[in-house]
C-alpha cells in the first residue's frame, strides 16, 4: 500500500473522529491530498467523513467499523509472524 494510504490510516487507527487538521499533520500531506484520499476511502466505505454543512472541505473522519476490524485483524497477524519468525530465530540459534 502506498505510503500515503498508511499514514492516513495509522492517523485514523484509534477508531475515532479525528479532525481534519489532526489527519494533515500526522500524514505530512498538505489539504488537497488529504482531501483525495479521504474522498477515495470515503467512496469505498472505508472512512465516513463529517463536513460543515456550508463547506465541501472535511472537518473530521474516521475509520469505519469494518476497516477499523480489519486493520486490527491484519495488525494481529503481523505480530504473530513476527513472534512465529523470532522464536525460529532462536530455535535455529541454539542448534
Known sequence: MPAVFDDILDALSSGEYVTFDTIRLKSRLNEEQVEAVLSFLEYYGFVRRQ???WSTRTQRAKL???MLNFLRYIKELEDSEE???RIG???EAEL
Open 64 to 66: 469505519t467499523p469494518g
Open 83 to 85: 513472534t512465529e519468525a
Open 89 to 91: 530465530f532462536a530455535r
Open 51 to 53: 463536513r460543515k454543512m
